[in-house]
């Protein structure tokens, strides 16, 4: 099975991050902006591409850094007295369950005041996150077999299963071709398992380069139970190229499955070689015509992807399509293949059967392959609306508006100045007006009230880097991906210019990201 490019299901196995605790700010003694809500857990992003085959609350004298990864708190939503936008108008305050205002001419306005408890329940709740949509954490991946091409190949536990039940069942099979092997026979075995992957490695390959050749990076190849999986990060520009990129795989299958025909010719059929050869011709046979089917997850669902996009004009058409065959492909597996094998047509009847236990295991592998085929075709269509909705992600519209203040500034001050400018984020510069770091929301609820006018905002800020610095024009794949890179709660959002446009927060993306997703295609 194949989803590799934009409409392949994102890893399921990723582990769930830690929650730290973290809330918009607490409103001051001098009427500071007050906590926003929680934003919910981050939805997935990224497109894998699949190929099967049969922290406590910071104090105010030692903030806490937030952590380098997807673990870091939510955003600050205070500010300061002048607006770092001249064009930007001081908005009233709002309600303190504010959602980001979206309005493309500023960044977002402040939210109102409230009891400074209730900041710290929200904070103290774990609720937030406030960090921007993970690609799922990969797991160990298994076994590092090597790097064909730059790309990391592991051999996932799961195969180790499967090989075992292909050394046993291939094992029965000689016995009765080949009954003077003996024991060795499992040996033989054992060997036609790793032959068989060493093909669907090659298949995986196949994916592999065509997706380098069109500039499509690929994360990792997978060998696991049931196949292998080709991580292609990102779709297909084209429907010619995502016909490509699926048609490959089958059409290497078939490729493998001639030369192992060839190499059987000057070899004797009732030798050991022979019933390799012949097996390994078959499975590879096999491989190619299931990945055919029309379906996804399976490449032949992405070659009917790439067809009904040609047609339609719309890659979103095709998926839906693709999909939706791909159920029906599931459920006829669940019912015909086990219907197929009891009637004989896989080369035994019912009374050559091994009777009651072998229609349950034939049961229980088709049961097994059909979920395979429905969370894949299933998956498929929410990757895909999640790519028809991720433009709407835009840095300039989820900007918070922000005001600077110098580094000894009283915190208490600062919110003062803030929720007189309607400013949601504080960022902290020098005696020049540039820009040396930013005040983190999560550090300014963990200050009591009273304590305030004795805390300066430089001790509550973390230090502005490279990669902290985005541009408002980012929009969609490339705003996820510059916040990826250096996971943070807030970042600097600046003009082309290098003119400071205000601060966006890694909890609004995440909110912004949930609403996209909850609407229709």
Known sequence: MDVSGGSGQPRSENAEPTEHPAGPTAPTTDGGPDPADAPTAPPETEASARTGKPSPTPSAEEPTEPTAGPETGEAPETATPEDTRADAPADAPVSDA??????TDKPTDAPGTSGESEGRALADSGMSKGRPP????????????GRPFGVPVYVAPSWFLVAALITWVFGGQLDRVLPELGAARYLVSLFFAVAFYASVLVHELAHTVAAIRFKLPVRRIQLQFFGGVSE??????????????AFVGPLLSLALSGVFY??????????VPGVLLAGLMVSNLIVAAFNLLPGLPLDGGRM?????????????????????????????????????????????????????????????????????????????????????HLPELRARTLTRRAVPVETDTP???????????????????????????????????????????????????Q???????????????????????????????????????????????????????????
């Open 134 to 145: 993970q690609r799922p954490k990969e797991p160990g991946g298994g076994l590092l077999m």
């Open 262 to 271: 060839l190499a059987m010719q000057p070899v004797e059929p009732g030798t």
């Open 232 to 245: 292609i990060e990102k779709e297909a520009e084209t429907p010619g190229r995502e016909f490509v990129l």
């Open 411 to 461: 915190l208490s001050e600062a919110l003062r100045r803030a929720n007189a400018a309607g400013a949601r984020a504080l960022v902290v510069v020098d005696a020049d007006g540039n820009p040396l770091s930013l005040v983190r929301e999560a550090a300014i609820v963990g200050v009591p009230e009273h304590r305030r006018p004795w805390v300066a905002v430089s001790g509550l800020a």
């Open 304 to 388: 009917l992807r790439a067809v009904v996009w040609k047609i339609t004009g719309r890659p979103m058409s095709g998926t839906v399509a693709a999909a939706w065959v791909g159920r029906a492909l599931a459920v006829s597996v669940l019912i015909g293949l086990p219907l197929l094998n009891y009637s004989g047509a896989f080369g035994g009847g019912a009374e050559e059967t091994g009777g009651g236990m072998d229609t349950v295991t034939d049961a229980l592998l088709a049961a097994i392959l059909a979920a395979i085929i429905w969370t894949g075709a299933g998956n498929s269509l929410r990757m895909a609306r999640l790519r028809e």
């Open 463 to 521: 230090d502005l880097t490279d990669g902290m610095r985005v541009s408002a024009e980012l929009a969609g794949e490339d705003l996820l991906d510059v916040l990826r890179a250096t996971p943070a709660t807030e970042y600097l959002v600046v003009e082309e210019t290098g003119e400071i446009y205000g601060v966006l927060s890694a909890a609004d993306v995440e909110r912004a990201f949930v609403r996209a997703m909850a609407r229709p295609s």
């Open 98 to 103: 504010a959602v980001p205002d979206t309005r």
